[in-house]
């Protein structure tokens, strides 16, 4: 018996070297993230309780007088009325930060043609947001979602029927230290992505549910998904968090090169088309509705309330998002919001 069971526990399963060489390079991706992530936000981001969305707090403090670009819903009634002059309450920042992520890795996010794939960009902004939350002490969860199996493709536009519902959704609990944070982002990277339909509005609604105190609210996706989906569960989210959006674009999204007929197969649906890229009137008319479909997703986003940060795959996504913090910054110091 005891022979038996050494022999079974060094005899590797069906499949369990290639899970342990990806989890291997997950681990080697992520260190190595991680440096970079550090070396480049530590010496342009300086503060104790710096973040992406840096802002006055939620803890009641002392009064000023108002100054033009002040948040009306600030304003110390009781003193205003005692002094005749318009007064706001200033506000501590909270000593503990509770930011929560929505990560989709749908099926669409497999895919890059840039410098990453999208699913890369993804990874790295949550890893980026992760350091800049557990860096102060506080605390930072997820959602994670990806798609529904599909059924073998078939060509032409009569493809398998998408499964219907919300596709796979994991809830990350949140916790501070940077073992615990490293532990979730492997199990973000780790996500399997599968090719099928989300639902990103399903994937927002987890952030509403249980309804928490004030905090921070990342969603990272390429919000391809009409807006009709997700609009709603993101303007619910934004009434009690502080909201950002994170889109990732691959150049090919907004424009198609000229190479000929190019096969183009739908990850979500499973369809498979070939297109004529040499037809410059096919190419400018794909061009239009992609610029339409961008305008569609800032407007609904700006419509949220959410601060709005565009990451590309053919870009250096670390130097877009330190630009956009000292953006955010430059704002607040001059009295406006986003």
Excluded: C
């Excluded at 073998?152 to 796979?168: D, I, Q």
């Amino acid at each position: 018996m005891a022979r038996a069971a050494a022999v079974t526990s060094t005899t590797p399963r069906p499949g369990e070297p290639d899970r342990l060489a990806a989890t291997n390079r997950s681990d080697a991706v992520l260190s190595r993230l991680q440096l970079l992530v550090t070396r480049k936000l530590d010496g342009l981001l300086q503060g104790d309780y710096a973040g992406l969305l840096p802002g006055p707090g939620s803890e009641a403090g002392e009064s000023r007088e108002y100054r033009p670009g002040d948040d009306v819903r600030r304003m110390d009634w009781p003193v205003t009325a005692r002094t005749t002059t318009p007064h706001v309450r200033r506000t501590v920042a909270d000593r503990e930060l509770e930011t929560w992520m929505a990560v989709d890795l749908s099926a669409s996010l497999d895919f890059g043609t840039g410098r990453w794939l999208k699913r890369d960009v993804v990874i790295a902004a949550a890893a980026a947001i992760t350091h800049l939350t557990v860096r102060g002490g506080n605390r930072i969860g997820a959602v994670v979602g990806s798609g529904a199996d599909l059924p073998t493709p078939r060509r032409g536009r009569r493809a398998a029927a998408v499964p219907a519902g919300p596709g796979r959704l994991v809830r990350l609990p949140a916790r501070s230290g940077r073992k615990e944070a490293q532990g979730m982002l492997r199990a973000i990277a780790g996500t399997e992505i599968r090719p099928g339909r989300g639902d990103l509005g399903a994937l927002i609604d987890m952030l509403n549910r249980p309804p928490r105190r004030r905090g921070v609210a990342v969603v990272i996706s390429d919000f391809l998904a009409p807006p009709a989906q997700w609009a709603r569960p993101l303007r619910k989210l934004r009434v009690r968090q502080d909201l950002l959006a994170i889109e990732v674009v691959d150049p090919r999204e907004l424009e198609l090169p000229d190479v000929g007929v190019l096969p183009v197969v739908d990850p979500e649906t499973g369809e498979l088309h070939e297109v004529q890229t040499a037809d410059p009137g096919l190419r400018h008319r794909y061009a239009a509705a992609a610029a339409a479909q961008r305008a569609e997703i800032s407007a609904a986003l700006r419509a949220a309330g959410a601060a709005h940060l565009r990451l590309r795959t053919d870009r250096d996504w670390l130097l877009d998002m330190v630009r956009f913090v000292a953006a955010q910054r430059h704002a607040r110091t001059r009295g406006t919001t986003r």
